[in-house]
């Protein structure tokens, strides 16, 4: 964010898509653009915000699609600025641990502050966040009562900025106040106009300034954060009366859209509250086999909030099932914790093999050890998978049976 203590009047016009970075259009001010820290706040918690990065212009971004950043037009207003992206740290000065370093050498940007104050980066190697950020549909999110922005610059004006990741949460500033007057039309504000105390701050230019997708700060899990802004410029920080500004990614939503498929990069994996879910495959019955174990490899996508079945066809496997009965299950999934699992016997008796575990895990690669002494062993068995909360979705890759371990 950029706070100085006049508007911030570098203001570069057009859209430029480079081989390596350049701002076309108007000729750019000499001026270094100040950057803008967290003022106020707490630190982060590891992996709350997996599609954090830090920008080596000194600027925060937000990973969007496994190739996509979005940031601020002002940090990359300078031609000639290739740019490193350290994505999914909490002390991003740390060379181990979770998170990924990547390049980048092409990008897109608005016409700046007070106006669209946006820039779309192409990474050179994707990198696959185990979470997203949700890429707004409209302006429903864009007026909550309180905000939250992340960030790792300053915590007092002018100070020294901040070694691990800090997140604060800001109240919203009506465009209809005094201190909004400047573009209403392309930000939002946000700050304690009454106390001060809490806002972003030289370094924070370019972070996310956050909705909660379940109207919860205290409970959002790192993919129903919706993405509402960009930290763009203040005058100061954590002032009394003075808000800070952000550019508001619903009122260019689609130029930033265009922005991406110019580049030729990911579209956003979560748009608008849903993670695209692939189309539905129907499931063939495998050919039966004789034997006690099968195997169903055909993906069956689970869409949210839905529920999906997958079937195999158990012959040759005279009597029942064996008390150790193995089931196998491959599930890749945005939030496996999501997930409520059962398994149905010939004879439509269900057996549950996990009821939403696993928290914000990636993918299930399990056998259960199930009791099945009860069942005939041949006939048809359905695997049944219920996505029980809204956000995410995914797919089954495979699963199977073996009725008889052993034999």
Not at 123 to 133: E, F, K, S, V
Not at 149 to 159: P, Q
Not at 229 to 240: F, I, L, N, V
Not at 317 to 344: E, F, P, S
Request: aromatic share 4%; glycine share 12%; hydrophobic share 35%.
């Amino acid at each position: 964010m950029t706070k100085p203590g006049q508007l911030f009047a570098m203001m570069v016009t057009g859209l430029a898509l480079v081989a390596t970075p350049a701002a076309a259009g108007a000729a750019p001010s000499a001026q270094t653009p100040p950057t803008v820290n967290i003022v106020g706040g707490t630190q982060a918690a590891e992996g709350a915000y997996p599609w954090m990065a830090k920008l080596s212009v000194g600027c925060g971004g937000t990973l969007v699609s496994p190739d996509i950043i979005i940031s601020a037009q002002h940090c990359f207003s300078t031609p000639g600025k290739t740019f490193t992206a350290d994505i999914g740290k909490v002390d991003a000065t740390q060379a181990s641990g979770a998170g990924q370093r990547r390049t980048g050498s092409k990008y897109l940007v608005g016409t700046g502050p007070q106006k669209k104050d946006w820039a779309v980066l192409k990474l050179d190697t994707p990198y696959n966040a185990p979470a997203y950020p949700v890429f707004p549909a409209d302006t429903r999110y864009d007026a909550v009562p309180k905000f939250r922005a992340i960030g790792w610059g300053t915590t007092t004006s002018g100070g020294n900025v901040s070694k691990m990741l800090l997140q604060v949460d800001i109240p919203l500033v009506a465009d209809s106040n005094a201190a909004c007057k400047d573009a209403p039309a392309t930000e939002i504000c946000a700050g304690d106009l009454t106390n001060g105390g809490v806002d972003t701050c030289q370094g924070d230019s370019g972070g996310p300034l956050m909705s909660p997708l379940n109207g919860d700060l205290g409970s959002t899990r790192p993919n129903e954060w919706v993405l509402v802004g960009m930290t763009s410029w203040g005058r100061g920080c954590a002032a009394k009366g003075e808000p800070g500004h952000y550019a508001q990614l619903s009122a260019m939503r689609q130029e930033v859209l265009n922005a991406i498929t110019s580049l030729g990069g990911q579209p956003p994996v979560n748009m608008g509250g849903t993670t695209p879910t692939p189309t539905p495959t129907p499931t063939p019955t495998p050919t039966p086999s004789a034997g006690c174990t099968v195997t169903n490899t055909t993906p069956t996508a689970i869409a949210d909030m839905s529920t999906a079945q997958s079937t195999l066809t158990v012959s040759g496997c005279d009597g029942n099932a064996a008390a150790n009965a193995a089931v196998t299950v491959a599930i890749d999934h945005t939030y496996i914790g999501d997930l409520v699992i059962d398994l149905l016997a010939p004879d439509g008796t269900a057996v549950n093999l996990a009821n939403r575990q696993g928290g914000s895990a990636k993918e299930i690669r399990k056998t259960y050890t199930v009791d099945l002494s009860g069942e005939s062993a041949n006939g048809t068995w359905t695997l049944r998978i219920k996505d029980a909360a809204a956000v995410d979705a995914g797919t089954l890759q495979s699963w199977g049976v073996n009725l008889r371990p052993g034999r």
